[in-house]
């Protein structure tokens, strides 16, 4: 029951704020939980296939999910993705976290710095110049796409901030429609992520069922958030979670 009610104030935060929240679990999974590093990316990587559908849909209605954008980047993601949970199970499980907890704490600098330090470009004019150049969105597609995707596989994460951090500069989404596109593009590196992780025994099919059922259910409610708060405060909450995040990784116990 702890677990469910756990994973269920996660969900809230994946929704509210667009992101992945594979991060967030890992550390809740081996700080409070005990669960082994490997284990845990496996389970929440996976995870995610669910969080970000419900998530997904809920933003989908809410019109802050740019399809287009969105589908090309999370095939291309899918691959790295796999490619990098290929490679993570040989990798030592203490490397593993800090890595982790590592790239957290950089992807909340980088959005620090995106969202409140660089001016933003003219959402529209970008928007419009993609749907004109087909080729073109498919080469930024996969240059965030296998990138992201890779990070995600490798580090057990959904790899959220690096793919808002990716729709925000080269498509110049807003804010709002980079929170919504990014749990669509997670869907499918999350699915072939999570596979990786099977084939190599590193998914716990019982805790996963746990996981899911409580993220799955605050990522709907979450989402519905997004639409009624400030921007700005949105901002905020998705720097903080990374960060936060990281620090309970850091000091799980071995």
């Known amino acids: 029951m702890l677990l469910f009610v756990t994973m269920f104030l996660i969900g809230i935060l994946i929704g509210f704020t667009g992101a992945g929240g594979a991060g967030t679990i890992i550390a809740v999974l081996t700080a409070v939980f005990g669960i082994s590093v490997h284990t845990a990316l496996g389970t929440s990587l996976a995870s995610m296939i669910f969080t970000s559908l419900s998530g997904t849909l809920s933003h989908f209605k809410a019109h802050n999910v740019v399809l287009k954008i969105g589908a090309i980047t999370g095939i291309f993601g899918a ?9 993570a199970g040989f990798i030592d499980e203490d490397i593993l976290k800090y890595c982790t907890a590592t790239m957290m704490v950089f992807s909340a600098f980088l959005l620090w710095r995106r969202l409140f330090m660089v001016k933003r470009q003219s959402a529209t004019k970008s928007a419009s110049k993609q749907n004109d150049e087909s080729t073109n969105l498919i080469i930024k597609g996969a240059f965030v796409g296998v990138i992201t995707g890779f990070l995600s596989g490798f580090l057990g994460i959904g ?28 869907l499918p590196i999350a699915f072939v992520g999570g596979f990786g992780y099977y084939i190599l025994g590193h998914l716990d099919i019982g805790l996963f069922i746990k996981v899911v059922c409580g993220t799955i259910i605050g990522s709907y409610l979450g989402a519905k958030f997004t639409a009624y708060v400030n921007e700005a405060f949105l901002k905020v909450v998705m720097i903080i979670l990374p960060i936060a995040s990281a620090v309970l990784l850091i000091f799980a116990k071995q």
Do not use: N, Y
Request: glycine letters at 14%; zero cysteines.
């Open 159 to 186: 790899a959220a901030p690096f793919i808002q951090i990716g729709l925000l500069t080269i498509f110049g989404l807003t804010a709002k429609k980079a929170v919504g596109t990014t749990m669509l593009v997670i």
């Open 79 to 87: 691959i790295g993705s796999f490619i990098g949970a290929q490679i």
